[in-house]
């Protein structure tokens, strides 16, 4: 991660039986969104995924200043709502107080010239 950028973690739990449907919605995601994420000042963005659970990565000049951009954009939450039907748990765009459920670390290593 570049140093002057910040990162932030989410889990969704994927529904079991709507798996493939969320693998095939991410082969295809709206420019709309990746656009409003760009605006958001993202990075980097992975999704990592095993069995039921995937894993979110973010790096992004300021999260505040990207949660800014993407609570207000209609592509993101038109995309958040469609991928909603796949999932058990994760971003709910209804939800006010915390619509992306951010982790929070407790623990890093660094090495070599990070350190």
Request: contains cysteine; proline residues 3%.
């Amino acid at each position: 991660m570049a140093s002057d950028t910040e990162r932030a973690v989410y889990v969704q739990r994927i529904d079991p039986d709507h798996r493939e449907e969320y693998l095939e919605a991410h082969e295809d995601v709206p420019e709309g969104v990746s656009d409003a994420m760009r605006r958001g000042g993202v990075t980097e963005f992975e999704l990592y995924v095993r069995d039921d659970l995937a894993v979110c990565l973010l790096e992004a000049e300021d999260i505040d200043a990207y949660l800014d951009e993407v609570d207000r954009d209609d592509a993101v939450e038109e995309w958040e709502r469609y991928v909603a039907q796949f999932k058990r748990e994760g971003v709910d765009v209804d939800d006010e107080d915390e619509p992306i459920p951010f982790m929070d670390r407790i623990w890093t290593l660094e090495t070599g010239d990070n350190a």
